[in-house]
């Protein structure tokens, strides 16, 4: 089959604050998205990750596709190890199957 390319440029990072802040209060947040570009087939699955440095367990992280519509991936981890807290940053995989153009 032919390649397609992915690649993952916009990131939607939401942490809503248990509190409201104080005004001037913003949490610095550093998401990195790990492979940034794939080269795939389409029946193919991948795995992806997404790294929020400065996130903690109230940190929620969608995976989103844009093109040809806009939708959202499903983030529930299917293994235990799909996601990862800690108290500086959380991380979670996907694995997507390139199933359409």
């Given at each position: 089959?032919?390649?397609?390319?992915?690649?993952?440029?916009?990131?939607?990072?939401?942490?809503?604050?248990?509190?409201?802040?104080?005004?001037?209060?913003?949490?610095?947040?550093?998401?990195?998205?790990?492979?940034?570009?794939?080269?795939?087939?389409?029946?193919?699955?991948?795995?992806?990750?997404?790294?929020?440095?400065g996130g903690d367990s109230s940190t929620s992280i969608y995976w989103i596709q844009?093109?040809?519509?806009?939708?959202?991936?499903?983030?529930?981890?299917?293994?235990?190890?799909?996601?990862?807290?800690?108290?500086?940053?959380?991380?979670?995989?996907?694995?997507?199957?390139?199933?359409?153009?």
């Open positions: 089959g032919k390649p397609c390319f992915l690649k993952f440029a916009s990131v939607d990072v939401t942490n809503p604050p248990p509190v409201q802040p104080e005004s001037g209060d913003r949490v610095e947040l550093r998401v990195v998205v790990n492979p940034e570009v794939l080269q795939v087939q389409y029946g193919r699955t991948v795995e992806l990750s997404c790294t929020v440095y844009d093109e040809p519509e806009r939708r959202y991936a499903l983030t529930e981890p299917v293994t235990d190890n799909d996601k990862q807290v800690t108290a500086s940053q959380i991380t979670l995989k996907a694995r997507i199957t390139l199933d359409d153009a």
